[in-house]
């Protein structure tokens, strides 16, 4: 009998789903578009055993995979686990055996050595396979219709790294997959490597650069030519890995970075700009290049904006100073300095999750969306981690100014939104916007289906799941020609 730990990590708005299954022709509530052709794909934390520590992080957990299938105005449903290297040797043994959260001294002496990898944090379809992806473990590849697993890749060797990016970003242009990996010299270490994987699935870019410190470096983006990295204080060191605790720290003494380096060179460029007194920054919404200038949108705090990543010296966790707020980040390409040129917020309602249309992607744009925060609104659910504040969906219009937003209730709680386009050549920004809202009340999920640029009207349909799934991390939509492709 499974025993989970009564942690919030794993109780309540946390409790596990552990769910695989299909179902035919969801109920819909409103009308989803008869000519919307494609697929929804989103991935959750879900442990499949019991973990070996009972304040293990939660997004520890196996990734769980759902696809919702769009066509003719219905939606299937199928959710599997990414069968990791993992989840099969714990599958085999009954019960977990591998330990913390990135802490490999914490694993069964019977898995030393073995990727450790979830496959929990993103999955997106490219070159005609799902990728199932976890920052410190290679590419998990998944059918992109049956969800059944595949196994980890290296690129047909061409890309034999420990640790491949859970945040690429799709080049509109040459539809090239960018990403890259850091800590790929062992535990700690500030190895890191950029890459481009065309729409064949061949690795067509390789560079090499270090990263200022030791890192959690999470997200990036392209921005015309260049790749930016954005480096918050986010680090760690062997005491910490020793004593078990939480992997990562925030130190406030260690200054942010943004890294601007050219896509087509081979890293020995890679300029860092630097912020002190620090900032911190973790999922961004989009990047450009402005003639020598980058502009860089991601929100920004004033101290570490993960609560499960604590302060280094001790200090207790600032909820106000780690308020994130879509911020702009300039530096100038031109300019004989390697200090940020200038960060100007440009969104006034708090949130984080931020997502664009991705034909944008890299290049100036008008809109992004965000899950953002309402301290107003009242929450009347179960207590637990995020919820309560993960109460809104914001739509931001760079070019007026203007935000709208929709509240999804007293009862629930919201999941990262993903773009959807009208059509093929629509404009930017006129299309749909999928977010699943969990009722922590009634214990169900709703996807619901949004005007991606009128999301205050609320949801034109709610694809209503007869179970709740549990809080994920991110996912993408892909037209049905792609997944033909
Ligand atoms: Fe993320």
Same mark, same amino acid.
């Given at each position: 009998?499974?025993?989970?730990?009564?942690?919030?990590?794993?109780?309540?708005?946390?409790?596990?789903?552990?769910?695989?299954?299909?179902?035919?022709?969801?109920?819909?509530?409103?009308?989803?578009?008869?000519?919307?052709?494609?697929?929804?794909?989103?991935?959750?934390?879900?442990?499949?055993?019991?973990?070996?520590?009972?304040?293990?992080?939660?997004?520890?957990?196996?990734?769980?995979?759902?696809?919702?299938?769009?066509?003719?105005?219905?939606?299937?449903?199928?959710?599997?686990?990414?069968?990791?290297?993992?989840?099969?040797?714990?599958?085999?043994?009954?019960?977990?055996?591998?330990?913390?959260?990135?802490?490999?001294?914490?694993?069964?002496?019977?898995?030393?050595?073995?990727?450790?990898?979830?496959?929990?944090?993103?999955?997106?379809?490219?070159?005609?396979?799902?990728?199932?992806?976890?920052?410190?473990?290679? %590419?998990?590849? #998944?059918? +992109?219709?049956?969800?059944? =697993?595949?196994?980890?890749? *290296?690129?047909?060797?061409?890309?034999?790294? /420990?640790?491949?990016?859970?945040?690429?970003?799709?080049?509109?242009?040459?539809?090239?997959?960018?990403?890259?990996?850091?800590?790929?010299?062992?535990?700690?270490?500030?190895?890191?490597?950029?890459?481009?994987?065309?729409?064949?699935?061949?690795?067509?870019?390789?560079?090499?650069?270090?990263?200022?410190?030791?890192?959690?470096?999470?997200?990036?983006?392209?921005?015309?030519?260049?790749?930016?990295?954005?480096?918050?204080?986010?680090?760690?060191?062997?005491?910490?890995?020793?004593?078990?605790?939480?992997?990562?720290?925030?130190?406030?003494?260690?200054?942010?970075?943004?890294?601007?380096?050219?896509?087509?060179?081979?890293?020995?460029?890679?300029?860092?700009?630097?912020?002190?007194?620090?900032?911190?920054? %973790?999922?961004? #919404?989009? +990047?450009?290049?402005?003639? =020598?200038?980058?502009?860089? *949108?991601?929100?920004?705090?004033?101290?570490? /904006?993960?609560?499960?990543?604590?302060?280094?010296?001790?200090?207790?966790?600032?909820?106000?100073?780690?308020?994130?707020?879509?911020?702009?980040?300039?530096?100038?390409?031109?300019?004989?300095?390697?200090?940020?040129?200038?960060?100007?917020?440009?969104?006034?309602?708090?949130?984080?999750?931020?997502?664009?249309?991705?034909?944008?992607?890299?290049?100036?744009?008008?809109?992004?969306?965000?899950?953002?925060?309402?301290?107003?609104?009242?929450?009347?659910?179960?207590?637990?981690?995020?919820?309560?504040?993960?109460?809104?969906?914001?739509?931001?219009?760079?070019?007026?100014?203007?935000?709208?937003?929709?509240?999804?209730?007293?009862?629930?709680?919201?999941?990262?939104?993903?773009?959807?386009?009208?059509?093929?050549?629509?404009?930017?920004?006129?299309?749909?916007?999928?977010?699943?809202?969990?009722?922590?009340?009634?214990?169900?999920?709703?996807?619901?289906?949004?005007?991606?640029?009128?999301?205050?009207?609320?949801?034109?349909?709610?694809?209503?799941?007869?179970?709740?799934?549990?809080?994920?991390?991110?996912?993408?939509?892909?037209?049905?020609?792609?997944?033909?492709?």
């Amino acid at each position: 009998m499974a025993h989970f730990p009564q942690h919030p990590g794993f109780t309540s708005v946390l409790r596990l789903v552990r769910l695989e299954g299909d179902i035919r022709d969801l109920e819909i509530e409103g009308e989803v578009p008869a000519d919307l052709d494609g697929a929804f794909y989103r991935v959750h934390p879900d442990p499949q055993f019991p973990p070996r520590f009972a304040d293990d992080q939660f997004f520890n957990g196996d990734g769980m995979v759902s696809m919702f299938r769009f066509k003719d105005g219905k939606v299937d449903f199928r959710q599997r686990y990414a069968q990791t290297d993992k989840w099969k040797v714990e599958r085999a043994a009954g019960k977990a055996l591998f330990g913390a959260y990135r802490n490999p001294l914490t694993d069964d002496d019977s898995v030393k050595g073995m990727a450790r990898g979830t496959a929990n944090t993103n999955v997106l379809v490219h070159a005609g396979k799902l990728f199932a992806m976890k920052e410190d473990s290679p %590419c998990l590849i #998944m059918d +992109a219709n049956t969800l059944e =697993t595949e196994g980890y890749t *290296d690129f047909d060797g061409e890309l034999p790294i /420990s640790a491949f990016t859970a945040h690429p970003k799709i080049d509109p242009g040459t539809g090239n997959f960018c990403g890259f990996g850091y800590s790929l010299a062992g535990p700690l270490t500030r190895e890191c490597c950029y890459f481009e994987i065309d729409p064949t699935g061949k690795v067509v870019r390789k560079a090499e650069f270090l990263a200022p410190y030791y890192t959690m470096l999470h997200d990036f983006c392209i921005a015309g030519d260049y790749a930016v990295f954005n480096v918050s204080p986010w680090s760690s060191d062997m005491s910490v890995l020793e004593q078990n605790r939480p992997h990562f720290y925030y130190d406030r003494e260690l200054p942010f970075y943004l890294g601007v380096m050219r896509r087509d060179g081979d890293g020995s460029d890679m300029r860092w700009f630097r912020q002190d007194p620090s900032i911190c920054g %973790c999922h961004v #919404m989009n +990047a450009f290049q402005d003639g =020598t200038k980058i502009l860089f *949108d991601v929100p920004v705090s004033q101290t570490g /904006s993960l609560p499960f990543f604590p302060e280094k010296d001790g200090r207790p966790f600032d909820p106000v100073a780690a308020t994130t707020y879509l911020s702009r980040i300039t530096v100038d390409l031109a300019a004989n300095t390697d200090t940020i040129q200038s960060i100007e917020r440009i969104g006034q309602a708090p949130g984080e999750f931020p997502r664009i249309d991705d034909r944008q992607c890299g290049q100036p744009y008008r809109h992004g969306w965000t899950i953002t925060y309402d301290f107003d609104k009242p929450y009347s659910g179960p207590a637990g981690p995020f919820v309560g504040v993960i109460n809104s969906l914001t739509h931001y219009d760079h070019q007026t100014g203007k935000e709208q937003s929709w509240w999804c209730g007293p009862d629930s709680a919201m999941q990262e939104p993903a773009f959807v386009p009208r059509g093929k050549g629509s404009a930017e920004g006129d299309g749909w916007l999928l977010a699943l809202v969990d009722n922590h009340l009634t214990n169900y999920s709703d996807l619901c289906l949004f005007d991606a640029l009128n999301v205050a009207s609320g949801p034109v349909a709610r694809i209503k799941l007869p179970v709740r799934l549990r809080q994920g991390l991110h996912g993408n939509w892909v037209s049905a020609a792609k997944l033909a492709a």
